[in-house]
């Protein structure tokens, strides 16, 4: 098993910056990519951006060129930095971790509440 725990969410006007983390215990030996989706109320949980083992990213249209994702190995730890921060990037933001092959298990956290003011 592993446990995924969020913190750094909070409110912020537009144009600030945010930096949340996600801490991971347990097997962290089995882990192979960690990611962050979000969800707004009333909406579908959307993936933000993910990492994998060796450090290849991947970002989704919304968060490509203001969002950073980075995974610290040593520390167990990973890492969503969101700079240009607008109203529309509001919601629980989950960190997510998925084990490796042959039979991959995904792991969500608790999730941290994001909220921008206009």
């Known amino acids: 098993q592993v446990q995924l725990v969020e913190s750094g969410g909070g409110l912020v006007q537009a144009g600030g910056s945010l930096r949340l983390s996600c801490a991971a215990s347990?097997?962290?030996?089995?882990?192979?990519?960690m990611g962050w989706y979000r969800q707004a109320p009333g909406k579908q949980r959307d993936f933000v951006a993910s990492i994998t083992s060796g450090g290849i990213t991947n970002y989704a249209d919304s968060a490509e060129g203001r969002f950073t994702i980075s995974r610290d190995n040593a520390k167990n730890t990973m890492f969503l930095q969101m700079n240009s921060l607008k109203p529309e990037d509001t919601a629980v933001y989950y960190c997510h971790a998925r084990s490796r092959p042959p039979l991959p298990i995904n792991y969500w956290g608790q999730g941290t509440q994001v909220t921008v003011s206009s």
């Open positions: 347990g097997a962290i030996f089995s882990i192979d990519a």
